[in-house]
C-alpha cells in the first residue's frame, strides 16, 4: 500500500515534540511533521532515535516516565526556538498479562509509561504554550480506549485514563488558546509487541485482519490523523477522541 505524502497541509516555523518518535506511529509523525515544515524534538528512551538527526530533527534520549525528560524536552524547544507549538504523546507500552499474574512493578511501569508520562509532558508543554495562548497537544490512544480483552488491563486501563485526561485537560486548557485531542488508534503495525512475539509487526498485521477494514493500519495513517488534529484546519475540534482503528471500536459494541 503507497501512501502519498499531503500537500495541503504546512507545519512552516512550528516547533513540535514528539515521543516514542523512534519506530512506528511515532516515526511515522516525526517525519510527516518534519516533511511538512516542523521542526521536532524527537523523544525516545532507545538510542535508535539517535539516527533521526538531521536538519530540523533534535534526538533527546529520554524515559517519558520520569519528570525531568518533559522538562528536559520542553526546555529544548524554548531554548533552542522560544516557543513550542505541538506536543504529540506517543510513546507507550504493553505488558500481555492476566491480572492475578501481574506483578505491581508490571502495572505501575505500563500507567507510568502511557498515562503518567503524557501528563508529565503535557503539563511542562502547556507552560510553555500558554504566554503566546496558542498549541496544539495530541495524546496517542487506542480503541482500548474503550474495549478490553484477556490479557491488556494494565495497557486497557492506561488507555482509559488517557481518554479521560484528554477530554478533563482539553477543558483545562482552550482559555489558553491550546487544544488537546487524542487518536483511538486500531492495530499498526509497529514493533510494541516485540518483547511479546517474536514478530510484533507480523502479529499486529495478522491480528488488524479482525477489523472490519480486514487489516492492519500502516504508521503513517495513523500519522496523518495526529497531524491533523495538530493544524489548523482542526481548530474547531476540543476534547475529541478521533478513532482511526479501522471500524474496530463499532464492530465490538
Same mark, same amino acid.
Given at each position: ?19 516514542? +518518535? ?134 486497557? +486501563?492506561?488507555?482509559?485514563?488517557? +481518554? ?8 483545562? +486548557? ?80
Amino acid at each position: 500500500m503507497t501512501l502519498q505524502a499531503s500537500t495541503n497541509q504546512s507545519f512552516d516555523g512550528k516547533i513540535a515534540i514528539v515521543t516514542g +518518535a523512534a519506530s512506528g506511529i511515532g516515526l511515522a509523525t516525526t517525519e510527516l511533521l518534519h516533511t511538512q515544515g516542523a521542526s521536532v524534538i524527537a523523544v525516545d528512551r532507545s538510542a535508535d532515535v539517535e539516527a533521526l538527526a538531521r536538519p530540523g530533527i533534535f534526538p533527546l534520549v529520554a524515559d517519558v516516565a520520569h519528570e525531568e525528560s518533559a522538562r528536559r524536552a520542553v526546555a529544548s524547544a524554548m531554548q533552542q526556538f522560544g516557543k513550542l507549538d505541538i506536543l504529540v504523546n506517543n510513546a507507550a507500552i504493553i505488558i500481555n498479562k492476566l491480572v492475578v499474574d501481574m506483578t505491581l512493578e508490571d502495572w505501575n511501569r505500563v500507567q507510568a509509561v502511557n498515562s503518567t508520562g503524557a501528563f508529565l509532558f503535557s503539563r511542562e508543554a502547556m507552560r510553555a504554550m500558554m504566554p503566546a495562548r496558542t498549541g496544539a497537544i495530541v495524546n496517542v490512544g487506542s480503541y482500548a480506549c474503550y474495549q478490553a480483552f484477556p490479557l491488556i488491563a494494565a495497557y486497557a +486501563a492506561s488507555k482509559g485514563a488517557l +481518554a479521560q485526561l484528554t477530554r478533563a485537560m482539553s477543558l483545562e +486548557a482552550i482559555d489558553h488558546g491550546i487544544r488537546v485531542n487524542a487518536v483511538g488508534s486500531g492495530d499498526a503495525v509497529t514493533n510494541i509487541t516485540n518483547h511479546i512475539h517474536e514478530d510484533g509487526p507480523a502479529f499486529l498485521a495478522e491480528h488488524g485482519k479482525n477489523a472490519p477494514i480486514r487489516r492492519a493500519a500502516q504508521p503513517r495513517e495513523i500519522a496523518e490523523v495526529i497531524a491533523f488534529l495538530a493544524s489548523d484546519k482542526a481548530s474547531y475540534i476540543v476534547g475529541a477522541v478521533v478513532m482511526a482503528d479501522g471500524g474496530m471500536s463499532v464492530a465490538l459494541q
